[in-house]
């Protein structure tokens, strides 16, 4: 079970730092300055660089679940 648990922390890290840099930095169409093309979402982002958000997403999950397992090597938390 304890590959589980920590898979699980994985992904319950890698979701959260997700939904924490999703917001950061998107701007529409009107707050960029670019014309709204017919039938789009005003509220949708111009450039939502989604690749750079899953590689940072990813990063920070990995160095959150190091310091978790370090942790559990440590004996500092049991599993």
């Given at each position: 079970?304890?590959?589980?648990?920590?898979?699980?922390?994985?992904?319950?890290?890698?979701?959260?730092?997700?939904?924490?840099?999703?917001?950061?930095?998107?701007?529409?169409?009107?707050?960029?300055?670019?014309?709204?093309?017919?039938?789009?979402?005003?509220?949708?982002?111009?450039r939502p660089?989604?690749?750079?958000?899953?590689?940072?997403?990813?990063?920070?999950?990995?160095?959150?679940?190091?310091?978790?397992?370090?942790?559990?090597?440590?004996?500092?938390?049991?599993?």
């Open positions: 079970m304890h590959w589980i648990v920590l898979g699980g922390a994985f992904a319950i890290f890698w979701y959260l730092a997700l939904q924490i840099v999703l917001p950061i930095g998107n701007q529409t169409a009107h707050e960029a300055g670019e014309t709204l093309v017919a039938g789009a979402e005003p509220g949708a982002p111009t660089r989604l690749g750079l958000k899953l590689a940072v997403a990813t990063g920070s999950a990995v160095v959150l679940w190091l310091i978790l397992y370090g942790l559990v090597l440590l004996r500092v938390i049991e599993l």
